[in-house]
C-alpha cells in the first residue's frame, strides 16, 4: 500500500525553475517505479517522467521535457521529485505523482497516485 502527496506548485514567469515534491507512505515505496503525469482541464492526461524502483535507477522523459525537467527519488526519505527549469506556458498543467509495479509511460500501469499540483508558468 502506498500513499502519495505532491507539493511544490505554484506561479512561475516563464524562464523559471520550480520543484516538486512527492510524498510516499508506506515500506513498499522502494519496491516501485515512479512516474509523473501531468493534465490540463478537457485534456488526457499527459506522461512526463519516470524514475526505476532502486535509487539513482533509469530515468524516462517526455520529449517535450527533456533537457530540461530532472526526475530523482531518495528511497531512505520515501521522496520523488522533479526539477523543472526553463519553463514554459505549455508546462501549466496539474501534475500528478505515480507509483506503479512495473517500468511504464502509460498511466493505466500505475496503481496510486497522488491528488495533484498545479503548475502555472506566465509569460
Known amino acids: 500500500q502506498v500513499q502519495l502527496v505532491e507539493s ?3 506561479l512561475v514567469q516563464a524562464g523559471g525553475s520550480l520543484r516538486l515534491s512527492c510524498a510516499a507512505s508506506g515500506r513498499t515505496f522502494r519496491s516501485y517505479t515512479m512516474g509523473w503525469f501531468r ?3 478537457g485534456k488526457e492526461r499527459e506522461f512526463v517522467a519516470t ?3 532502486w535509487s539513482g535507477g533509469s530515468t524516462d522523459y517526455a520529449d517535450s ?3 530540461r525537467f530532472t526526475v530523482s527519488r531518495d528511497n531512505g526519505k ?3 521529485y522533479l526539477q523543472m ?3 514554459k506556458p505549455e508546462d501549466t498543467a496539474k501534475y500528478f505523482c505515480a507509483a506503479g509495479p512495473v517500468n511504464s509511460k502509460w498511466s ?3 496503481n496510486y497516485w ?3 499540483t498545479q503548475v502555472t508558468v506566465s509569460s
Open 108 to 110: 493505466r500501469h500505475y
Open 51 to 53: 524514475i526505476a524502483a
Open 65 to 67: 521535457v527533456k533537457g
Open 85 to 87: 527549469n526553463a519553463l
Open 78 to 80: 520515501n521522496m520523488m
Open 114 to 116: 497522488g491528488h495533484g
Open 39 to 41: 493534465q490540463v482541464p
Open 8 to 10: 511544490g506548485g505554484g
